[in-house]
């Protein structure tokens, strides 16, 4: 399984309050298409790479107020595709409390329905 990391320092990170969803995406890349896990969806290049996500209802899916969400001080993502056709996303996400961090987590696992090659990626945004 190939692997690479991408750091998207140039990023831009969104959250919409009213509809609970945060977008974080890089502004030089453009998706071509889109993968939903478990409300969680994934954007796609050209290349079938892995450049984007939006995650809704993100306060509830990572158990924090929507006014902590919306500045979060990291995220990591971590996309794997396996040989056996499945994805799996692992998220974890570092948010400040009373001035301590807080870190929560998501995962989910899901089918490959887009017949992606065997890899893993990890985006990292602080």
């Avoid at 509830?60 to 994805?87: A, M, Y």
Wanted: proline residues 3%; hydrophobic residues 35%.
């Amino acid at each position: 399984m190939s692997g690479n990391v991408v750091h998207y320092k140039n990023s831009h990170f969104d959250y919409d309050w009213l509809n609970d969803s945060m977008y974080i995406y890089p502004q030089d890349r453009k998706y071509k298409s889109s993968l939903m896990l478990d409300d969680i969806i994934l954007d796609m290049d050209e290349n079938n790479k892995f450049v984007g996500i939006e995650i809704l209802d993100a306060s509830r899916k990572f158990k924090i107020s929507k006014c902590k969400i919306c500045e979060p001080v990291e995220l990591n993502v971590n996309f794997e595709t396996g040989e056996e056709g499945t994805l799996t996303l692992n998220l974890k996400m570092t948010f400040v409390k009373r001035n301590n961090p807080v870190i929560r987590t998501v995962s989910v696992t899901g089918s490959n329905e887009m017949n992606l090659s065997p890899r893993s990626t990890t985006l990292t945004l602080a």
